[in-house]
């Protein structure tokens, strides 16, 4: 019998480490479907009565209805502001470029509790009260790094010279931008609005210090439902928000895979 080799010990300890942080969202979304009202083991039948009652509860669907207008809206300005921030780092050279470009990336660095405690007592000394654009306002300033590092590297691959061609047959700047560099960069610029949809809509560390009173989102929804028991509904809201948070990044890269390969193909085309 052959003694395991180094390989085989970090295979085994790579399936234990997924096991470790996989298995327990899985039995949050088994326990979804359990017909017992305490939800939990052992499992007395399969039933969908769970998902229903999200349909009609009134509080989980305010949660969902804010969560998705603070992530649209997060995503729309992230994107915007990251799409222009990134077009000026890689295109343009000014003074003060590296400590902008700094900036830009530090929200990433810095712990996201420290950011949102920083953020809260800096708008107190401003006498500034918690409201819902200061919500949105903290969450762009976390998703934005992302949209800028996405949108970056795509950016940097696209050459100068497309640009230059459109720009040398008549067309403006910002008619260049509109119709040859926004399309070529499409593919991560939906990227990087999925990555700050996403992170906005699964936020809950900054979102408990920056929220106003009576405003939820479904993660501190969660969390309030949590403080009093564990009922079925948190797992099926659960279940919920998992098939959000990794369904929509999965069809966001398909999505992109088909753009990318028509453009690839577009481009291989003959005049």
């Known amino acids: 019998m052959r003694k395991p080799t180094g390989f085989t010990w970090i295979t085994l300890w790579t399936i234990f480490v997924y096991l470790f942080m996989f298995l327990p969202i899985g039995v949050v979304v088994l ?3 359990n017909a017992s ?8 039948g399969f039933s969908l009565q769970w998902f229903g009652e999200l349909a009609t509860n009134d509080a989980i669907i305010r949660a969902f209805q804010t969560s998705a207008l603070l992530g649209i809206l997060t995503a729309i300005i992230s994107t915007t502001i990251g799409v222009l921030a990134s077009l000026a780092m890689v295109r343009y050279d000014f003074p003060g470029k590296t400590t902008i ?5 530090a929200p990433i660095l810095v712990p996201e509790v420290v950011l949102a405690v920083a953020l ?3 708008l107190q000394l401003m006498n500034v009260p918690k409201s819902f654009p200061l919500l949105l306002m903290g969450h762009v300033i976390f998703t934005l790094p992302f949209v800028v590092l996405v949108v970056q590297a795509r ?3 696209v050459r100068r010279d497309y640009e230059e061609a459109a720009m040398s047959l008549g067309a403006s700047p910002i008619q260049t931008f509109f119709r040859v560099t926004l399309p070529l960069i499409m593919p991560a610029v939906m990227a990087g609005a999925l990555f700050a949809f996403t992170i906005s809509f699964d936020d809950i560390t900054g979102t408990l210090f920056w929220k106003p009173g009576g405003v939820e989102t479904v993660p501190t929804q969660i969390f309030a439902m949590l403080r009093n028991s564990i009922s079925p509904e948190i797992n099926a809201l659960g279940t919920v928000m998992i098939v959000l948070t990794v369904g929509l990044p999965l069809l966001g890269l398909a999505v992109m895979r088909q753009v990318s390969a028509r453009q690839g193909a577009q481009a291989g085309a003959p005049a």
């Open 37 to 44: 009202q305490f939800g939990s083991f052992p499992m007395t």
């Open 155 to 157: 950016l940097i691959g």
């Open 101 to 105: 470009s700094t900036l830009l990336i």
């Open 120 to 122: 809260l007592l800096f």
């Open 31 to 33: 326990l979804s479907f």
